[in-house]
């Protein structure tokens, strides 16, 4: 079974960093692209940033451009995300998913106030 574990969110201020990780096991993570999606309670998932399998390709939405950092570690089966400069509108729940069939585990709660 694939499975997806988040962690690493929490409570930060406005303008203060953060490192959710993802690990993955249940395939060949090295493999496949990978994503990091967001949801808000009661609204639609919004796809954050993409990865490609050997990490040499990396994507983000606008709205995390320049802020949020992508990177992944196939050795340890491993993916990140690197949050800076976080503001209140980031503060969802944040899931890694397998870019090719969505699937996802259990997210990581990001909370950015003061």
């Known amino acids: 079974d694939v499975q997806l574990q988040a962690s690493g969110g929490g409570l930060v201020q406005p303008g203060g960093s953060l490192r959710p990780s993802c690990v993955a096991s249940?395939?060949?993570?090295?493999?496949?692209?990978m994503n990091w999606v967001r949801q808000v309670p009661g609204k639609g998932p919004e796809r954050v940033s993409r990865?490609?399998?050997?990490?040499?390709?990396?994507a983000y939405a606008d709205k995390v451009k320049g802020r949020f950092t992508i990177s992944r570690d196939n050795a340890k089966n491993t993916l990140y995300l690197q949050m800076n400069s976080l503001k209140p509108e980031d503060t969802a729940i944040y899931y890694c998913?397998?870019?090719?069939?969505?699937?996802r585990g259990p997210g990581t709660l990001v909370t950015v106030s003061s």
């Open positions: 998913s397998r870019a090719v069939d969505g699937s």
């Open positions: 990865i490609d399998s050997g990490g040499g390709y990396r």
């Open positions: 249940g395939f060949t993570f090295s493999t496949y692209a």
